[in-house]
């Protein structure tokens, strides 16, 4: 289930996620996020951190997609501010959906998710929920 926040600051990381401090109009709540994987030192927590933004882009161009079906596309900055990432940040990101032709951009520059975007993140949510029920288990 999601979470409402005016404000989310990663606090720590370590191999197993990372803890985040959520601040919203009546509290503040700290928050931990898994990894799919653990992580066995730095350079694999930057790639499960690398997935994880890419998941959450197409997370939330598919939900644009599913609620507004004729208007289905989302500016950058609008992005930028949705998942609260800069575009610096997220030039890799998009550079790398783009080429995997995980999303396309419309004739005014907006990113759109494309049908292979849809089906890597469905199956990804799939593996992702094996893992889960599995490690819950």
Known sequence: ???EA???TMTS???LGFHVKLKSADRVRSVRIAFLVQARNLADTRKIMEQMVRLTVLEVLYTKRR????EPAIYSTDLEEMIGRPREHLEFTIWYLSTRKYVARDDSSRLIITA???DHL????RATTRLRLKSAS
């Open 1 to 3: 289930a999601g979470v």
């Open 6 to 8: 005016e404000q989310a």
């Open 13 to 15: 990381v370590d191999r």
């Open 67 to 70: 609620m507004d079906p004729r």
């Open 116 to 118: 292979d975007g849809v």
């Open 122 to 125: 469905e199956s990804n949510y």
